[in-house]
């Protein structure tokens, strides 16, 4: 009879031991899940409108409970600790502008998150009609008949053909953009120089430092994945739209990294 009842408690033990262990990843998962949620439903851009064209969002994670002025109800909220957000700007001190779940917008303290990557969705693209205007509007001119622009939001390199005020976009490739930890620079470039031996394949350089004595590249593609911040700095292509790329773009080329 003993035995008997310490079997049945054993097994008694033993159930309950599974069924806290089954809910308890269900939990973490359900957790996750929702974590996940708020970023990817989170459209934060127009890609018909030209003015909402950007370079790099950030993903956030909020340090502690706070505070934070809801733009899209004009109301004030608070956002629990472990919060995931997505920032338009990377500020550790003055208030920035970001997106919270159901594309609300919100302005929170920089001080009070963590920034851990970049945003980006190489899924989607900009029109062509956007693209144009967009680069029209900003009045950028080249020295040669094409003008390059490497988007980082979508992991594209836009190719464009005319002079200032009058581009219209040629071709448009999947690219590889600097990883978090070592960004791509921002900015107007010009291609400096080119050469056809970059690591067995053409290669285009846009920046260069006398006082760390190296540059950025557009080169070929190294093995990471196609479309995705992995690079060091430097803009990886496939090969056939290196040569695309490389063919039509000479030193003087304006080089557009936004």
Request: with cysteine; net charge positive; glycine share 6%.
């Amino acid at each position: 009879m003993k035995k008997s009842f310490k079997y049945f408690i054993t097994c008694l033990l033993l159930i309950c031991a599974l069924m806290a262990c089954t809910m308890s990843v269900s939990a973490a998962k359900k957790t996750k899940a929702a974590k996940k949620t708020v970023i990817d439903k989170s459209r934060l851009v127009d890609l018909k409108d030209p003015t909402n064209v950007h370079s790099t969002y950030f993903k956030a994670t909020v340090k502690y409970d706070v505070k934070v002025k809801n733009i899209t109800t004009k109301k004030y909220m608070t956002l629990k600790k472990g919060t995931q957000i997505i920032t338009y700007l990377r500020k550790y001190s003055s208030p920035v502008k970001a997106v919270y779940k159901k594309n609300q917008k919100i302005e929170v303290s920089g001080k009070a998150l963590r920034y851990t990557g970049y945003y980006y969705d190489s899924k989607v693209d900009y029109t062509r009609e956007a693209k144009e205007k967009f680069i029209n509007s900003r009045g950028y001119s080249s020295n040669t008949h094409y003008l390059i622009w490497v988007n980082h939001y979508t992991c594209k390199v836009n190719l464009f053909y005319g002079s200032k005020g009058n581009w219209k976009l040629r071709k448009t490739f999947p690219c590889v953009v600097g990883a978090y930890i070592t960004p791509t620079p921002r900015g107007v470039y010009h291609v400096q120089t080119t050469t056809t031996n970059y690591s067995g394949s053409y290669g285009l350089r846009f920046t260069y430092s006398y006082r760390l004595m190296k540059g950025n590249w557009i080169h070929k593609r190294l093995g990471s994945p196609m479309s995705y911040p992995a690079s060091h700095g430097c803009i990886r292509m496939n090969i056939p739209d290196l040569t695309y790329v490389y063919q039509h773009c000479g030193v003087g080329t304006t080089v557009l990294s936004h």
